[in-house]
Structures are given as structure tokens and as C-alpha cells.
């Protein structure tokens, strides 16, 4: 009778209420039991307790029960989660995923679209810290000091069960094993049960019912992660905010992520429309056009070694990568079909444009757009505001803040930080049936946008091409290939010295190269190519991709080109930070170029730019290759688009999706943009990629600034100025001076990142622009004339 009084006073207390938790012993709920069911090699300790619940390995069972009360069954569910109290974790070992699922004959299901298993509703993941064997360093998916709740989504059970006339919810969670055999999951988790002291802890249900105050979630956040709500690993954890604050220089790009969560049902045909950013004291404007939206297409990751082995022990994972042009505030949507379009839109659909569709969110899952913000070089320093508003059929819109600062330097338009590789042309015209004038236009802007010369490193052409070169360099490009992969012949050199004469004469051949060679170690046919060009070009720059000095290419080579690693490497093409860093400054003091890329490798500890890496990795690498001094980075080829290219029926995206697949068996290696229907789309790694390659032009800004600085004979900034020379050298919070210890905090890294503006714009206002650009002019002046005298002295020792 008491039990019954305390469940109807439960009762009345939610009938007005949105959210409701039972949970044992609070509020007046006695309607929980739970039990260790033992298995297996499993053993129960001794003395097994009494109030906690024991997983051990994979082969024991939690079963959790909970009792609804009556009056619940009136109410619509829009929600339900099982949270469970983990204290800690003993042996845990690679990833332990927990997984939840129904005790019923026929037991629910998550949606489809939640990714789960049949018969699964949920699963949760707890990650090893940069384990011996599993370097990742997920802070927020290990357990913390004190412990942590961890959630499943039981919605698809509840709903069903609050039918009946006894509702009742029965839940087992266990854990899985890896696929890779050789790692068993021996994880040991005590988690409090209803019977715990701490009442607090106990397991409990979380109801959300309608009506909601929001039938829907956003949130805003940064651009350093990715998002994905299949797995814990690539949840969205919130927090839901709806406003949110970035800062960047004048002409620069920075991103933010909009991430909306139905909670009551799928959303309808989602829609962003966006207005101007404006600056309340001045007036000045960021225009909407200079906002673009994106929405993030997600696939399953190839099954490659990093996924059956090296990472993940056989645990795959869906990603976003590639990034969808959001049209007239609409995205295109992969699944269209000829039926689908209206009849107005065929003609344009089979030319290959995209034709405009709405976007169906499912429910319980954070769906993730990608918002860039750009300012062009005049934009007026200040504090700007606008809006973005999420507006889907069946649901209130929702209106988002935006505050960017932009602060009182730009990005410099000449680029100082050297960029190169394959373009591969002949890719483009095959996936888009041909290479025409106007779509060869967009990819080169495409690609000047990101700051990647639009180059050809393994083909023997000129590149850019003799007649974009000036368009090129206009962009502030500042790489010119006169050659790729440099042969010897008659024929060769007589080429290479018209190409060299043409580049000559547009005053260019300060910025020109010839590439001879790509992770080679024939060093007489290196010198034997070096010397006919030093003959026939006098002052033309050669590299050999992946290079490091060494005596065999003393002479040789002008632009080394190391891959990072760990360890010995490989002793031909890559290099560790240790041996490295005496390299870097003596080749630069001798008036050579000292660049750095990664490819297939290097793997984790080390920072790379594939989509098994985490994402900050494609930023932070190039804070690591300003703290060592590095001016370039070569990324082998852009675009091999082997399993992208429309399929022997001409079927294409969106007909068919992308495929993350890139050279050999690597998931995104020499692929860093997609072919759009008429154009390039892009991808969440290249717009970090141009991110740090910013962040790099914005420690050269600060150098010039200090540099500018120390040459005043008094009235130095002493505390600024000291500020400014620590923030140039790269916090080792950041990065430290190796290849491993870089970090996985996006707090971090943004933090960093607004120190460095912050600081550059404090030296503005001491420092006149036209001060520090003449201090960058006369070191640019200096290193040139090394550079000439080098060369005219190599040109001469040529046999």
C-alpha cells in the first residue's frame, strides 16, 4: 500500500512535468532491480558486493529492470536513456564498448540510421589514454578521477513498453569484444547498483516527454572535431548553445559547426538562411555571401590495417569528411534520383548541377553543418554580429547568435609559407567527362583559396600553366613547377630552359623549381640531373621529394623535403625530430629550403592528415612546423579519385556516394576534396589543413612585428614584447619540439590561437604597418640574394 501511495504521488508529480527519473530510492521510486548475471571464465569476486554491479571481460551480463508507472502511459515519449555511474575502470585495454539492449523475446531496435546492430539499441565506448599499444589521447573518453555517468539511448524499448498494461523496461548491458582476437577486452567496471549507499549513483531511467520546451537541440561549436553520433568516439556531447564566438585576422577563413539534435521525432526539410555579420559601432559589414554552409556527408571507413590493426583492433567507424555546398539555403541531398527532381531541374541535374533538396534529420542525433566565415583583405577590424537560423517544415525556427572578432592584421595576401604536389588534371576531366576552361578556373581558385599551389609534381609541364601563372601569383601564389620528375635528354634540358626563359622573363624565377626525384637514394643520377640543369638554368632551385641533407646531396639539391617519423624511419626519405632540428637551421643558413610533408605515413604518435587521424591533427601540424623552423609542406597528390570517378553506368555523386578511399588502401592518403557535380567540394581535413597554414602566416605576422620592434632604439613594450618572442617559439602546451607531444585539445589549440591574435593586434597598434612590412621586405630582400649566390656558386661547381 505504501509502495502503491509513493507511485501515485510519482505519478501526479510528471503529469505536468517535461523530464522524468526513476531512480531508486529517490523521489518516492522503488520499482528498480538489477543483478550480475556470471558467465564463462567470468568469477564473481569475493565476497561478490552487494551493491555494485560486476562487468568482467566480455563474458558476464548486467540486467537492469525498471517498473513505469501507470500514469506515464498517457504521455507521449519523446525520449529515454539508461545512465548508469562508472567510478572507474581497471585494465582496461584499447576501447571497451559496452552494449545495451532489450531483455525480450523480440526485443527493439535502435532506427536504422543510429548505425547499431539488429537487436542493439545503444553502446557506449570507453577508450585507453595513450596506451602502449593504442596512442590516442581522448581525454573525454576515458574515465576521470571520481568517475563519470555514461548514457544509452533506450527510446525504441520505452516507447514500446509504456503500451502495455504493466510497463515494464528490462535492459542488459554487456560488453564486446574487439575484432582483432589478440586484444581481449578485460576491462573491470563496479557500477553502483540500486542497493548502493550513494543513492545518487544508482542506475537510473530519464524520460523526456512532450511537451518539450524545444522539440529540438543546437549547438555551436568549433571546427577541430569531428561529429558523428553512430559512435561514442565521434559524439556530440554538447553543450547545446546557441551562440557562439570566434575571432580571426582580415583575410582569413575560420569555421564553426552548427549541430542540430531532434529530440521528438525526425526533423523536415532543415533549411539555413543566414544574414550579414555587421559591426554595431562602425557599421562595416561581413556580407552573407562571405559565409558559406556545408553539409557533412558520412561514410563507412575502408577496413585498411589502421582499422583492423594498428588503431582501432578491428572496431570501423562512420565519418564525416566530405563537405556539401549548402544551394540557395538548401543542401543537396545524396540519395536524389531522377523521380525526386522537378521537372525543371532534370536538364540542369544531367549537366551537373545539384539540384536544390531539403534535408530530413533523424531523431536522437546530432547532425553536423560546417559554416566558413571569410574576410577579405579590407575588412575593418571589430566585434560583428549577425544571425543563423535553422528552419525546418514541421518545427519552429530557431534563430543562433554569431559574434566574430577580427582583429587589426591580415593574413598576408603573398604567401610566405610554401605549398606543393599533383594536381592531378587528368582526374578532374574524368570525373567531370571534360577539362573546360571554366570548371579548370574553379579548381585553381579552389585550390588558391586553401593556399595549395595548383602545381604538378610527376609530370614534366610547366606548371601552373604559362598563361595562369600571372592569375596564379596575383592570388599570392608562390610556387612555379618548371618541371616534375626531371629526365635527362637533349630533348629535357632544351624544354626546361624554354619553360626557365619564360618564367624569366615574367620576373618570376626567384619562385621557380625543378623536381628530380621522389624518395629516391640514386644519388649519381640525382647529380647527374642536378648538373645539366645547373648548366642550362643557373638559377633555378631543385628538390628531391623526401630528401634530408646528407653528403651524398651536398650541392645537389637546394629544397630538402623530409617525411617526419619516429624512431629510425626510413633512411632514405624521412627523419625524426631529433635528427632533424641541427638539419633545418644549416641548410637555411646556407641559403637552401627546408620543407617537411606526410603521406601514407607517418602513423600515430605522429600527426597526419588521413581521416583515422583525429582532426585537430590537420591543424596543429603546421604549429609543429613553425615551432621548427620549417617554410613548406608537400603533400604528394590532391585528388586521386580511383573510387570516386562515375561507375561504368555514369552513375556518379549523388547518385552513388562518396567513397573515403584514396591512394592504395588508406582512407583519404592524396585525396583532400571531392569531385562535386561541377566542381571541387571540399573536405573537413582540407579546411583545417588551410586553417594551421593560417595560423602559420599569423606567427609570421607576429615575427615581423617583433622583429620591427627590437630594431626601435627605446620605448619597447618590454612585457608585451616578451609575451609576443614565447608566443613565436610555440607553447609547448601546443606542441612541443618533437613529433608526438602535439595536442588533442581543441580548448588548446583555440586558446593558442587567440593569444596569437590577441598579441599581434596589441603590437599593431604600437607598431605602423608599414614599419613591419619593411622589416619582412629586407629579410626577403636577404634571403634571395642568398639564395642567388648559392645557386650562381652551384651553377658553377656543375660538371
Same mark, same amino acid.
Given at each position: 500500500m ?10 501526479c ?22 543483478r ?7 568469477k ?13 571481460g566480455v563474458?558476464?551480463q ?8 501507470r ?12 545512465e ?14 559496452i552494449?545495451?539492449?532489450e ?18 539499441l545503444?553502446?557506449y565506448?570507453?577508450?585507453?589514454f ?16 571520481g568517475?563519470k555517468w ?9 516507447? $514500446? /513498453?509504456?503500451?502495455? +498494461?504493466?510497463? @515494464?523496461?528490462? #535492459?542488459? &548491458?554487456?560488453?564486446?569484444a %574487439? ?13 553502483p547498483? $540500486? /542497493?548502493?549507499?550513494? +543513492?545518487?549513483? @544508482?542506475?537510473? #531511467?530519464? &524520460?523526456?516527454?512532450?511537451p %518539450? ?21 565521434y ?8 551562440s557562439?564566438e570566434m ?8 569555421g564553426?559547426?552548427?549541430?542540430v ?9 532543415v533549411?539555413?538562411e543566414?544574414?550579414d555579420?555587421a559591426?554595431?559601432?562602425t ?11 556545408f553539409?557533412q ?8 590495417g ?6 582501432f583492433?578491428?572496431?570501423?567507424f ?12 538548401v543542401?543537396p ?11 525543371t531541374?532534370?536538364e540542369?541535374?544531367?549537366d ?8 530530413d ?25 549577425g ?13 543562433l547568435?554569431l ?5 587589426d592584421?591580415?593574413?598576408p ?25 571554366e ?12 593556399r595549395?599551389?595548383p602545381v ?13 601563372i ?32 619564360a ?12 623536381y ?25 632551385m ?39 632540428q ?29 581521416m583515422?587521424?583525429?582532426l ?29 570517378f ?25 585525396m ?7 566542381g571541387?567540394?571540399s573536405?573537413v581535413?582540407?579546411?583545417n ?13 607576429l ?11 627605446s ?5 608585451l ?9 610555440v ?10 607531444s ?5 580548448e ?12 599581434i593586434?596589441?603590437l ?16 626577403k ?13 652551384r651553377?658553377?661547381a656543375?660538371k
Amino acid at each position: 500500500m505504501a509502495r502503491w501511495v509513493a507511485w501515485m504521488a510519482l505519478a501526479c508529480s510528471v503529469a505536468w512535468a517535461d523530464t522524468v527519473t526513476l531512480q531508486q530510492g529517490v523521489g518516492g521510486y522503488e520499482g528498480c532491480a538489477t543483478r550480475t548475471l556470471w558467465a564463462g571464465k567470468a568469477k564473481p569476486p569475493t565476497p561478490e558486493p552487494s551493491d555494485a554491479l560486476c562487468l568482467r571481460g566480455v563474458e558476464n551480463q548486467l540486467y537492469l529492470t525498471f517498473e513505469l508507472p501507470r500514469a506515464l502511459a498517457t504521455k507521449k515519449l519523446a525520449r529515454a536513456r539508461l545512465e548508469v555511474f562508472v567510478p572507474s575502470v581497471r585494465k582496461l585495454r584499447m576501447i571497451c564498448e559496452i552494449a545495451c539492449r532489450e531483455l525480450r523475446g523480440e526485443p527493439a531496435s535502435a532506427p536504422a540510421e543510429r548505425g547499431q546492430p539488429a537487436g542493439q539499441l545503444d553502446s557506449y565506448s570507453l577508450w585507453e589514454f595513450n596506451g602502449q599499444w593504442f596512442p590516442h589521447k581522448y581525454r573525454f573518453l576515458d574515465v576521470p578521477e571520481g568517475g563519470k555517468w555514461i548514457d544509452f539511448n533506450v527510446t525504441a524499448a520505452a516507447r $514500446e /513498453r509504456l503500451k502495455e +498494461a504493466t510497463p @515494464r523496461v528490462g #535492459l542488459a &548491458l554487456q560488453p564486446l569484444a %574487439l575484432p582483432d582476437k589478440r586484444m581481449p577486452n578485460t576491462a573491470e567496471i563496479d557500477i553502483p547498483s $540500486e /542497493r548502493a549507499a550513494d +543513492a545518487s549513483k @544508482r542506475p537510473r #531511467l530519464v &524520460l523526456d516527454f512532450e511537451p %518539450l520546451e524545444k522539440p529540438y537541440l543546437v549547438g555551436m561549436t568549433h571546427c577541430l572535431e569531428k561529429f558523428c553520433d553512430r559512435d561514442t568516439r565521434y559524439r556530440f556531447f554538447g553543450p547545446f548553445n546557441e551562440s557562439y564566438e570566434m575571432a580571426m585576422a582580415r583575410n582569413e577563413f575560420e569555421g564553426l559547426q552548427v549541430l542540430v539534435y531532434p529530440m521528438n521525432g525526425a526533423l523536415e526539410g532543415v533549411t539555413f538562411e543566414w544574414s550579414d555579420l555587421a559591426d554595431a559601432q562602425t557599421g562595416a559589414k561581413i556580407p552573407r555571401a562571405d559565409i558559406a554552409c556545408f553539409r557533412q556527408e558520412v561514410f563507412r571507413l575502408h577496413p585498411n590495417g589502421k582499422i583492423k590493426d594498428w588503431y582501432f583492433h578491428g572496431k570501423n567507424f562512420d565519418v564525416p569528411d566530405p563537405l556539401i555546398p549548402v544551394v540557395g539555403g538548401v543542401s543537396p541531398r545524396r540519395d536524389t534520383r531522377d523521380g525526386d527532381v522537378p521537372p525543371t531541374m532534370k536538364e540542369k541535374t544531367r549537366d551537373g548541377d545539384v539540384p536544390p533538396t531539403n534535408q530530413d534529420l533523424p531523431e536522437h542525433m546530432s547532425t553536423p553543418y560546417w559554416f566558413t566565415i571569410r574576410t577579405r583583405p579590407d575588412t575593418k577590424a571589430g566585434l560583428y554580429t549577425g544571425t543563423i537560423t535553422v528552419k525546418p517544415k514541421n518545427a519552429p525556427p530557431r534563430e543562433l547568435g554569431l559574434a566574430v572578432k577580427v582583429w587589426d592584421y591580415k593574413i598576408p595576401e603573398v604567401w610566405n609559407f610554401e605549398t606543393m604536389g599533383q594536381t592531378i588534371w587528368g582526374n578532374i576531366a574524368r570525373a567531370h567527362g571534360k577539362l573546360t576552361p571554366e570548371l579548370r578556373r574553379k579548381y585553381l581558385d579552389f585550390l588558391l583559396d586553401h593556399r595549395f599551389s595548383p602545381v604538378e609534381q610527376y609530370a614534366d609541364v610547366l606548371s601552373p600553366n604559362l598563361e595562369d601563372i600571372p592569375y596564379c601569383i596575383q592570388r599570392g601564389m608562390s610556387t612555379i613547377y618548371l618541371s616534375g620528375n626531371f629526365r635527362v635528354s637533349e630533348r629535357s634540358v632544351e624544354e626546361l630552359k624554354k619553360r626557365y626563359d619564360a618564367v624569366q622573363k615574367l620576373g618570376l624565377i626567384d619562385k621557380a623549381l625543378v623536381y628530380i626525384g621522389d624518395e629516391t637514394k640514386d644519388w649519381a643520377e640525382m647529380r647527374r640531373r642536378s648538373d645539366a640543369i645547373r648548366k642550362a638554368c643557373p638559377e633555378l632551385m631543385i628538390m628531391i621529394g623526401g630528401s634530408f641533407p646528407r653528403p651524398e646531396l651536398e650541392g645537389i639539391i637546394d629544397i630538402f623535403d623530409p617525411q617526419i617519423d619516429v624512431g629510425k624511419g626510413n633512411q632514405v626519405y624521412s627523419v625524426n625530430a631529433q635528427d632533424i632540428q641541427p638539419l633545418i637551421a644549416k641548410a637555411q643558413g646556407r641559403g637552401e629550403k627546408f620543407f617537411w610533408y606526410v603521406a601514407a605515413g607517418p602513423m600515430l604518435p605522429c600527426p597526419n592528415v588521413q581521416m583515422e587521424e583525429p582532426l585537430i591533427a590537420s591543424r596543429v601540424l603546421f604549429w609543429l612546423t613553425w615551432k621548427f623552423g620549417v617554410t613548406g609542406f608537400e603533400y604528394y597528390c590532391y585528388n586521386i579519385w580511383t573510387h570516386n570517378f562515375p561507375d561504368k553506368d555514369g552513375r556518379r555523386w549523388p547518385d552513388k556516394p562518396f567513397h573515403p578511399r584514396g591512394w592504395g588502401d588508406t582512407n583519404g592518403d592524396g585525396m583532400l576534396f571531392y569531385p562535386g557535380p561541377d566542381g571541387p567540394f571540399s573536405s573537413v581535413r582540407f579546411e583545417n589543413i588551410r586553417d594551421g597554414i593560417e595560423d602559420w602566416e599569423s606567427h609570421y605576422v607576429l615575427r615581423d612585428y617583433v622583429e620591427a620592434c627590437l630594431r626601435r632604439p627605446s620605448s619597447r613594450p618590454e612585457p608585451l614584447l616578451a609575451k609576443a618572442q614565447a608566443l613565436l617559439k610555440v607553447p609547448d602546451e601546443v606542441t612541443k619540439l618533437d613529433f608526438v607531444s602535439w595536442t588533442w585539445e581543441p580548448e588548446v589549440l583555440l586558446k593558442a590561437h587567440r593569444e596569437l591574435g590577441d598579441t599581434i593586434e596589441a603590437l599593431a597598434k604600437l607598431i605602423p604597418e608599414e614599419e613591419m612590412l619593411k622589416v619582412r621586405a629586407a629579410r626577403k630582400q636577404a634571403e634571395a640574394e642568398r639564395q642567388r649566390a648559392m645557386l650562381k656558386a652551384r651553377a658553377q661547381a656543375a660538371k
